[in-house]
Nanobody, 124 residues
């Protein structure tokens, strides 16, 4: 049974930084993993993904500001977020599926396993 547990959300002022963590159980993070987010009234969108070959993709809106990374020792996925903007406010979800199209641009419905989400709120 796959379980993804996210931590690290919170409130931050615009321009600040946060790091999200996602520890996977029953799933090896050397396979496809990613981060999605959903703001109120909007569809869930991809933020970043890392494939089994280590290649990474990012949504255009976060390129240069967010970094996805993995710690194989702890089977944990990270999302380092810097220069946060008001529009980054959303609930962030960790996702995993070795059979998913492993890019930040893929549709969220293509991913099988999800964490419970963690809220990120950016204020002015």
């Amino acid at each position: 049974q796959v379980q993804l547990v996210e931590t690290g959300g919170g409130s931050v002022q615009a321009g600040g930084s946060l790091t999200l963590s996602c520890t996977a159980y029953g799933y090896s993070i050397n396979q496809c993993t990613g981060w999605f987010r959903q703001a109120p009234g909007k569809e869930r969108e991809g933020v970043a993904a890392v494939a089994n070959d280590g290649s990474t993709t990012y949504a255009d809106s976060v390129k240069g500001r967010f970094t996805i990374s993995k710690d194989y020792a702890t089977n944990t996925l990270y999302l380092q977020m810097t220069s946060l903007k008001l529009e980054d406010t959303a609930r962030y979800y960790c996702a995993a599926d070795r059979n998913a199209p492993c890019t930040a641009g893929s549709n969220w419905v293509s991913w099988r396993y999800w964490g419970q989400g963690t809220q990120v709120t950016v204020s002015s």
